[in-house]
């Protein structure tokens, strides 16, 4: 419980420090676009690894299939209604639009913790960690330049911290005991929507900023994920 608690505070609370630095700091676009794709290869990385092929090896690859579509499909449907039916840039469509992104990475984190040791998910959590500080940094900048305040942007970084912690304790706590094949089902739709997360908002929007190096960042985020993953082999 000591370990979940640690890792979904620092998790978290990196929203809430990216969330400061984008509103009261400075970010270079070119910068913030570098780090959004670096975030985003380590974590598509780290899916892949930490969730989706643990899944196969303890289930099968059919169960991971579902999970992974179920997840992307999902995710799809979600993000649809917030961009063309609820408004992302009204108050409940930026609380959903920013939770709709990390529900599932907390999710999988509360998940992978069960049964695993420190450094088992140091990758996946890491990789996190480098998710949630470019793009809380780059959403709350934007939301600041917008019609909120200052400080209703960081109040709603807060309170969605707080709901995607709640989120990672739920996923550890009430799927313990769970079977491997439940457990297999839900890693994979955390993944799958992850994934579908990465191709729709991630990925753009760091090629977007930083066209020429957006590869480059991508593959070294990667190579990070990897390294942080070897420690635990």
């Known amino acids: 419980m000591l370990m979940l608690l640690a890792v979904v505070l620092v998790v978290s609370g990196a929203l809430v420090v990216g969330a ?6 400075k970010l270079p676009e070119k910068l ?7 975030a985003g290869g380590a974590l598509l ?27 992307a499909i999902t995710f799809a449907v979600a993000d649809y209604l917030i ?23 907390n ?16 990758a996946l959590a890491g990789s996190i960690l480098l998710s949630n500080l470019p793009e809380a940094a780059g959403g709350a900048k934007e939301m600041a330049g917008g019609r909120h305040s200052r400080a209703k942007v960081l109040w709603l970084w807060i309170g969605t ?11 550890n706590l009430l799927l313990t005991g769970a079977g491997e094949g439940t457990l297999a089902i839900i ?9 579908a997360s990465l191709a729709t908002e991630v990925f753009p ?19 990070l994920a990897f390294t942080l993953s070897s420690f635990s082999a």
């Open 187 to 195: 890693r994979c739709v955390a993944a799958g929507a992850v994934i």
């Open 205 to 223: 929007k760091a090629y977007k900023a930083e066209a020429h190096w957006a590869g480059v960042a991508t593959a070294l985020g990667a190579i």
């Open 32 to 38: 913030e676009g570098f780090l959004v794709a670096l």
């Open 161 to 171: 911290a707080a709901i995607l912690s709640a989120a990672a304790v739920a996923g």
């Open 20 to 25: 400061a630095w984008g509103i009261y700091g």
């Open 83 to 105: 961009d063309e039916k609820w408004g992302s840039d009204s108050g409940g469509g930026l609380l959903a639009a920013i939770t709709l992104d990390g529900i599932p990475e």
């Open 107 to 122: 999710l999988a984190l509360g998940v992978a913790l069960i049964g695993a040791g420190g450094l088992e998910v140091a």
């Open 45 to 71: 990385l780290s899916v892949t690894s930490e969730l989706i092929q643990p899944s196969i090896d303890t289930s099968s690859v059919f169960h991971a299939m579902l999970g992974v579509a179920a997840g």
